[in-house]
């Protein structure tokens, strides 16, 4: 089946320690990004990918830094510099044909930092 | 950056009543999309609107891209438990990056049965 996943669904992590979350998807998508999502609060942008081996800054890119290698893979690290890591994280892609914009989302992971 | 206004913030219904909810921009939109979020999930796109005055629906739910291009509304016709969760309408402004969308706050949908 086509589609993107996140690895793994739940993440703890120790305060002061890097963390790299997964992203792949098998559809072909040029285009892929990162949002982080808090309770009560819509979907921040933290970084996206148009294509391979070029990224820019979304949002809230601060103390977060991403690769892209290969179209299929998005990862994202999480650093120490990061002053509030604990969130919801959502990887989404989407193909840039003619005028359409739709992107579609991961199951997500969420992010715990004790 | 661009912001999305989109209300109301919850609902709370009883099973069979109709639902709407909107989202205003203070700019104009090329795109509306509407998604749903199950708890613990990823969203998952309804509708895609890419016209002004476009009406398109999806089985029960229906979007409008407003004739203004700064709103877009959802309904839900006749609700079952099943609609609840999480729904944000997203677009994206004339000017920026393509396929760099701009997220509403949400509506907390609760369906009592």
């Known amino acids: 089946d086509g589609g993107i996943t996140q690895s793994p669904k739940y993440l703890f992590r120790k305060e002061g320690q890097n963390v790299t979350l997964s992203c792949e998807q098998n559809?072909?998508?040029?285009?892929m990004y990162w949002y982080r999502q808090d309770p009560g609060q819509g979907l921040r942008l933290i970084y996206y990918?148009?294509?391979?081996?070029?990224?820019q800054k979304g949002d809230i890119a601060e103390g977060y830094s991403v690769s892209r290698e290969k179209k299929e893979s998005f990862p994202l690290t999480v650093t120490s510099a990061q002053k509030n890591p604990t969130a919801f994280y959502l990887c989404a892609s989407s193909s840039p044909s003619g005028a359409r914009n739709e992107q579609f989302f991961g199951p997500g992971t969420r992010l715990t930092v004790l | 950056g661009q912001q999305l206004n989109q209300s109301p913030q919850s609902m709370f219904i009883q099973e069979g009543e109709d639902v709407s909810m909107n989202c205003t921009s203070s700019s104009i939109f090329n795109t509306w999309l509407w998604y749903k979020q199950d708890p613990g999930e990823g969203p998952v796109l309804l509708i895609a609107?890419?016209?002004?005055?476009e009406l398109t629906s999806n089985g029960r739910l229906t979007a409008q891209f407003g004739i203004t291009r700064k709103d877009s509304f959802l309904n839900i016709s006749a609700s079952i438990p099943s609609d609840v969760g999480i729904y944000f309408c997203a677009g994206r402004a004339g000017g920026t990056s393509y396929g760099k969308l701009t997220f509403g706050q949400g509506t907390i949908l609760t369906v009592h049965p």
């Open positions: 990918s148009q294509i391979v081996n070029d990224f």
């Open positions: 559809l072909n998508h040029d285009a």
């Open positions: 609107l890419y016209k002004a005055g």
